[in-house]
């Protein structure tokens, strides 16, 4: 245990090293405060390594040069252009890592917050997409219909839930969603099924009918992003905020893995952890088998 600890110190020293010096960390707390959870165990558990890379406000690469190089085609014809309608963009990414790519989610500046996230196949994960949104007015198409949507103190997320595919890939399934308003105490079955528990929650306008899924093969990426054209729209308003300053535009990467690394000996871990327990997205990618990270 010590020894892949020391181990994995080692490697994520040289990495930040060699590719973040001399840049200033960008404090992203919005990611943070996770609480402590029990890492969870068992033959069906996923690994997804995930990173929000944050540009400035309509970068060439998040919105052209990148999707050259992603296959689009990872979501059905027919449902594209439903996602293209309400602002969202999705492709994936196999082979080498794109030089520009692995740049962005090995930097400080671009990607201060990467995590890794272990969960049941199943099990949903909610994945922030930016900090809360004072307002949030968007135009939601959905079947024909067009419906205008304003709340306030919203947060734009994505639920992740992941598969196991018959050929040994991993599918992810996307729904879309926006909580928003004051948390309320709401009666929820206990997680142990003793009764019913009170829990503060917010309101939510979830999309299923808007999600989309993506099987992934090892070393393989997903990324989702916004169209740049569609200012009204959901996606846009999840990843486009020319208000924040500086005003950034972000993108949503993730890779997942089977084989699970050791658990740490200290107890009370979480199923999230953050850079500083977790090497780089990217770089787990590119390092090789024998030095223990899943391929």
């Known amino acids: 245990m010590r020894r892949w600890q020391g181990v994995l110190l080692g490697l994520l020293t040289a990495v930040l090293a060699g590719c973040t ?65 309400n602002g969202f963009r999705v492709g994936q990414v196999g082979g080498q890592t794109p030089p520009e790519l692995l740049t962005l989610l090995t930097s400080s500046r671009s990607c201060a917050n990467p995590r890794l996230i272990r969960l049941h196949t199943g099990d949903g994960k909610d994945l922030l997409l930016g900090p809360a949104l004072p307002a949030c007015r968007y135009q939601l198409e959905q079947d024909g219909q067009k419906e205008e949507v304003a709340v306030e103190q919203a947060d734009a997320m994505v639920t992740v839930v992941p598969a196991l595919a018959p050929d040994g890939r991993i599918r992810l399934r996307f729904t879309p969603q926006v909580e928003y308003g004051e948390r309320k105490l709401v009666a ?37 992003g916004a169209r740049f054209d569609r200012p009204g729209s959901l996606g846009y308003q999840a990843f486009v905020r020319p208000d924040e300053s500086p005003p950034v535009q972000r993108l949503l990467v993730i890779r997942t893995s089977r084989t699970a690394p050791e658990a740490p000996d200290d107890a009370g871990d979480g199923s999230e952890e953050t850079l500083r327990q977790a090497p780089p997205v990217a770089y787990q990618a590119s390092v090789p088998a024998a030095s223990g990270t899943p391929r």
């Open 21 to 85: 010096g001399g840049e200033t960390t960008r404090t992203t707390s919005w990611l943070g405060g996770m609480q402590p959870l029990q890492v969870p165990g068992g033959a069906d558990i996923v690994q997804m390594h995930v990173a929000l890379i944050e540009r400035p406000l309509g970068d060439a690469y998040l919105n052209e040069r990148l999707w050259t190089l992603a296959d689009e085609g990872a979501v059905p014809t027919d449902h594209k252009a439903a996602l293209e309608d």
């Open 188 to 224: 929820c079955p206990a997680e142990d099924h003793s009764g019913m528990v009170l829990l503060p929650k917010r309101a939510a306008n979830r999309y299923p009918g808007l999600g989309w899924d993506v099987t992934l093969a090892p070393n393989e990426y997903v990324v989702v």
